[in-house]
């Protein structure tokens, strides 16, 4: 399936599942964030999960005019590592259909994509908006992007796990040794710490943690090592 020809919105998602948009509210609030929104794509079955915190008004306009088919921020961020500012993507034909359709729902025209890749070649994205005057929300941004970084792979792997994805793909293949260190990592040890435990040098644990937040498919030790807990490779710190 080409990613993002439909949508299956999980906010309607039987009671006794996690209520994900909750969890987005709460971004917002502790952020102070306006809006935000989550989509992601299951490499087995191919289906496009989705939930926000947007007015029910416009979730229902974006779906019916199908404008996650030219939605740059979900095509954009889909091909990147890193977050996208939309503002890289205001001469987009696709921003501009989009967005001034927005406008015309009062909703704000600054925001951010995070997106995340899983360790099964499965794929997220977070978004957040918001109403702030560009400076004001360039200084919110630099001061809440690594916060959202690390929920945008909480939250990745929660809605993974509602599918049981890492019971269908298994678990990733870290080593022994590579399992030991990030155990140690959990716990609060420093590098050197590990080093000295292990009787290995500094170097050679950030080799092994490398390789692991390679395998795991994220950008940081600490988002490395929250997805590890998270898949029961190693026990919570």
Not at 53 to 75: A, I, N, S
Not at 97 to 102: E, H, K, L, P
Not at 118 to 125: E, K, N, Q, S, V
Not at 217 to 223: E, F, G, I, S
Request: with cysteine; hydrophobic share 40%; glycine share 6%.
């Amino acid at each position: 399936m080409t990613p993002y020809t439909s949508l299956i919105d999980l906010a309607k998602a039987p009671k006794g599942q996690v209520d994900f948009v909750e969890q987005l509210n709460t971004v917002c609030d502790t952020l102070g964030l306006d809006y935000a929104s989550y989509a992601s794509t299951n490499p087995i079955s191919g289906k496009v999960h989705a939930f926000t915190t947007y007015p029910d008004t416009w979730k229902e306009h974006y779906m019916d005019e199908r404008f996650h088919l030219v939605d740059p921020t979900l095509k954009a961020a889909s091909r990147s590592i890193a977050p996208v500012d939309w503002q890289r993507l205001e001469q987009d034909l696709g921003f501009q259909s989009v967005f001034n359709r927005a406008r015309d729902f009062s909703l704000p025209q600054s925001g951010l994509t995070v997106p995340v890749r899983g360790p099964f070649g499965d794929t997220g994205l977070l978004s957040v908006t918001s109403e702030l005057s560009t400076p004001d929300w360039v200084k919110l941004k630099s001061e809440v992007i690594q916060q959202l970084q690390t929920l945008a792979v909480n939250l990745h792997d929660t809605v993974m796990h509602t599918e049981q994805l890492s019971y269908l793909l298994q678990r990733t293949a870290l080593s022994t040794r590579e399992l030991e260190i990030m155990q140690w990592i959990a716990a609060g040890k420093s590098q050197q710490d590990v080093g000295d435990i292990l009787s290995i040098s500094v170097r050679t644990v950030e080799v092994h943690l490398r390789s692991s937040r390679e395998k795991l498919c994220t950008l940081t030790t600490a988002q490395a090592v929250g997805r590890a807990v998270s898949l029961g490779l190693i026990a919570p710190g």
